[in-house]
Nanobody, 121 residues
């Protein structure tokens, strides 16, 4: 299983932007479709965005469509999530994971440590 390390979170005011990164420990990640998920306090983890192994066909949850952009740089074994026009309801711990295209469910059971995003009103 590929090890993934999320970074780039922080505290930002509503309307601000952040760019999250998900760095993989090995190049095999480049053969996986990848996704971002988030978990707010007291809530279940939810899907945010996904991108195919090639970088094509980005797909978003309705709640972030038009504000977030997922991308990947396979030369750097890294997946990104550009988050613009942030809202307080975007506050959560964000995780990346390899996903099954179609169901968009994680391929593996283990999660990284995530990165905290806090949006103040």
């Amino acid at each position: 299983q590929v090890q993934l390390v999320e970074s780039g979170g922080g505290l930002v005011q509503a309307g601000g932007s952040l760019r999250l990164s998900c760095a993989a420990s090995e190049r095999t990640v480049n053969s996986y479709h990848m996704g971002w998920f988030r978990q707010a306090p007291g809530k279940e983890r939810e899907f945010v965005a996904a991108v195919m192994w090639s970088g094509g066909s980005p797909y978003y949850a309705d709640s972030v469509k038009g504000r977030f952009t997922i991308s990947r740089d396979n030369a750097k074994n890294t997946v990104y999530l550009q988050m613009n026009s942030l809202k307080p309801e975007d506050t959560a711990v964000y995780y990346c994971a390899a996903v099954r295209w179609g169901s968009l469910r994680p391929l593996f059971d283990d999660w990284g440590q995530g990165t905290q995003v806090t949006v103040s009103s």
